[in-house]
């Protein structure tokens, strides 16, 4: 073997090195997150931490704190994108203001999954969510079934241009229009921002406002129904002489159910991060990828795989019941 015979072969082993190592280097997934207060948030946080491909080295996470503010969110996917991300998820925080995270995404050439909430287009890669008008009927229909469809209602909205708000919003008129004309008067409707320290004085108010009429409580996540817990309780009155039902299934809000004191519909926080990163490394390593989380075993019959390309995953819905509650709880020990 000559000299520049070897020279060629140790220059293309050296090369096949640094191909194998390039092909072993972690997938750098962007997470961006609305906010990073709430506990279903930090569920979300904790469920991505937890995904296999995470916690065996092949996934490396940037979680981002969106800090309410969707132009933030957007100037974090300006971020990400320039510092290489391979994947972008985004939780969005405006169903409008947001899709400029899509529109920097694409022109980057870079996969975008929508995750928990939605966005107004259908140009990202995918999303994972939970049918949200679905979620606003189940907990209205909880509240109304529990006023037999007479009397009064107040409804705790979440931030405005929300799809959550939005959706849920829809939801919440259906279930209220199916009680008939004139059944069910909305005393109330504004927004607490997700915020259970937003909703306590809110329905403070409302209590005095409206003294002695107020049958039922519709808020569009658990955080602000314990914030109208908190403020019945406060005002002395009995909180099992009202309807009340929330969105999320946080663990205040299960042991609330526990108590008889409020129902919740659980968003399965856990899904709806891990399918995401499922998706995200499918569009990332190509067909070759088989889904790591057991969440597709777990929903099998409601959630197909569909070869991780398909552009929408529906997460179901479970509401908690004092049957299931403990369970629930057990499981983020």
């Known amino acids: 073997m000559n000299k520049i015979t070897k ?5 293309s082993g050296l090369l096949l090195g640094s191909s194998a190592f390039a092909q072993d280097a972690p997938v750098k997934i962007a997470v961006l997150m609305y906010g990073m207060k709430a506990e279903f948030v930090q569920l979300m946080e904790k469920a991505a ?19 309410y503010d969707p132009m933030v969110q957007n100037n974090q996917a300006e971020t990400a994108i320039q510092t290489k991300t391979d994947a972008i998820i985004i939780n969005p925080m405006d169903y409008e203001a947001n899709i400029d995270v899509v529109t920097l995404a694409n022109k980057a050439k870079i996969p975008v999954v929508v995750t928990n909430a939605r966005l107004n287009t259908d140009l990202m890669t995918s999303e994972v969510v939970s049918d949200d008008v679905l979620g606003g009927y189940m907990e209205a229909k909880a509240v109304l079934k529990k006023m037999n469809c007479q009397g009064n209602v107040v409804i705790i909205e979440g931030p405005k241009g929300g799809s959550g708000e939005i ?17 069910i008067k909305v005393l109330e ?26 049958n039922g409580v519709i808020a569009q996540n658990d955080e602000m ?7 019945i309780k406060s005002a002395n009155l009995n909180v099992k002489d009202f ?27 856990h899904a709806q991060m891990q399918g995401s ?13 088989q889904p790591q989380s057991d969440i597709w075993k777990q929903y099998e019959s409601q959630m197909k795989w569909d070869n991780g390309t398909a552009k929408h995953y529906s997460v179901p819905w479970t509401e908690v019941t004092t049957e299931n509650a403990a369970q629930l709880l057990d499981a983020r020990k």
């Open 7 to 11: 020279i060629a072969l140790l220059t």
């Open 49 to 67: 931490k937890e995904h296999p491909e995470v916690k065996n080295g092949n996934v490396q996470l940037t979680v981002y704190d969106g800090r």
């Open 167 to 183: 959706q849920r919003g829809q939801g919440n008129d259906k279930a209220i229009a199916e009680c008939g004309p004139g059944k």
């Open 189 to 214: 409707r504004k927004t607490a921002n997700w915020s259970r320290a937003e909703a306590l004085p809110l329905m403070e108010n409302w209590l005095q406002k409206h003294r002695g009429q107020i």
């Open 225 to 231: 129904a314990l914030g109208a817990i908190e403020a």
């Open 243 to 269: 309807a009340i039902a929330g969105v999320d299934g946080v663990s205040d809000a299960i042991r609330a159910v526990q108590a008889g004191e409020m129902v919740s519909i659980l968003q399965d926080a």
């Open 277 to 289: 990163i499922d998706v995200a490394l499918r569009a990332v390593k190509g067909s070759s990828y």
